[in-house]
């Protein structure tokens, strides 16, 4: 195999692990996404009242414990679907520079034109 080939077939390497890192970093963010959403609505479902009566209340106190423990449990989620991201961005942005290294070894590797 010429040293041209070799370098054609690492950069149809690279190429794949750039898209397989950025599609895994759009995975990850999206993941992170909808958790964000998850908190969003659970924030968002909160009674807005003061409850009337001793039922209301021991309603509303049992929710709110129950959410507070949702909250918690989401919150531990989101850290590690933002941990998740800022792994799968550096992979993607190293993975982006080894392409473009790449791609540069095969422009100095082109054959050059003749002189007229």
Known sequence: MTDRARLDRLAQIAALLEEAGTAKRRAAAAARAAV????????????????????????????????????????????????????????ARHAFGRARVIDRLLAQHRPKPPAP
């Open 36 to 91: 964000k959403a998850q908190i969003a609505a659970l924030e968002a479902s909160r009674p807005q009242q003061a409850p009337q009566t001793a039922a209301e209340a021991r309603v509303a106190f049992a929710y709110e414990q129950w959410a507070s423990r949702r909250h918690a449990a989401l919150n531990i989620q989101l850290a590690r679907h933002e941990a998740d991201c800022l792994s799968a961005r550096d992979a």
